[in-house]
Structures are given as structure tokens and as C-alpha cells.
């Protein structure tokens, strides 16, 4: 099992940047997805991004919600076990909890279900 501690998020207006990072401790193998979901008030939680190193293509994946495919981008430091994501062009739609999280698999990466471990979330906001 692996422990996440999540750093960055605050307040920013319409169109900023900020950027998240996700420090894991303990199992974190390089096939398992890494990223991020998002929790807005009154909503469920939702996929961002996520990252993992594919042994079948032999490269790393990465894949994005499509709400945020070409503003977000997403780092990953497999020996460290660190993930980074960088927001740009921040809409107020964005506001929410954000939430580091790591999986086993990748065949539902865009599912909650599919992670195993999490992060206490830390909080974006985008003012207007």
C-alpha cells in the first residue's frame, strides 16, 4: 500500500496557472497508474489525468479528461514517485478538491474504482 501526500492548489483567478504535486511512500510499481480526480461541491468525484509506464508499448501513457486534454499536463518521476500536474488556463469550473491517487491496473484508468490508495485532497480554487 502506498501513502500520498499532495502539495500546491490555492486561488487563482480565470485563466491561471497552478501546479499539483503527489509524493507516494511505500509500493508503487511503474505500471501503476498515477493522477489525479476531483471532487466539486454537490458532485461526484471525476478523473483529471493519470500517467504509468506501459511495458506492452514500452513508453509512459498518459491520459487526460477530456474537460482538461490540452490545458493540464501531467509529469511523472518514477524513481522518485512524485507525480506533477500543471494547470493552465484555470476556468472557474475547476474549482474542486483535488485528489492524488495510484491504482494496480489500467483498465479502467478513468475510474475511481480502479485506485487503491489516495491522497487527503487539496483544494483549487478559480475565482471569476
Known amino acids: 500500500q502506498a501513502q500520498l501526500v499532495e502539495s500546491g492548489g490555492g486561488l487563482v483567478q480565470t485563466g491561471g496557472s497552478l501546479g499539483l504535486s503527489c509524493k507516494a511512500t511505500?509500493?508503487?510499481?511503474?505500471?501503476?497508474?498515477m493522477g489525479w480526480f476531483r471532487q466539486a461541491p454537490g458532485k461526484e468525484r471525476e478523473f483529471v489525468a493519470a500517467?504509468?509506464?506501459?511495458?506492452?508499448?514500452?513508453?509512459?501513457?498518459?491520459d487526460f479528461a477530456d474537460s482538461v486534454q490540452g490545458r493540464f499536463t501531467i509529469a511523472r518521476n518514477f524513481v522518485e514517485k512524485t507525480v506533477h500536474m500543471e494547470m493552465n488556463n484555470l476556468k472557474p469550473e475547476d474549482t474542486a478538491v483535488y485528489y492524488c491517487a495510484v491504482g494496480r491496473t489500467t483498465t479502467t484508468v478513468r475510474s475511481s474504482s480502479e485506485y487503491v490508495d489516495w491522497g487527503q485532497g487539496t483544494q483549487v480554487t478559480v475565482s471569476s
Open positions: 511505500g509500493r508503487v510499481l511503474t505500471t501503476y497508474p
Open positions: 500517467i504509468w509506464w506501459s511495458t506492452a508499448r514500452v513508453r509512459e501513457i498518459s
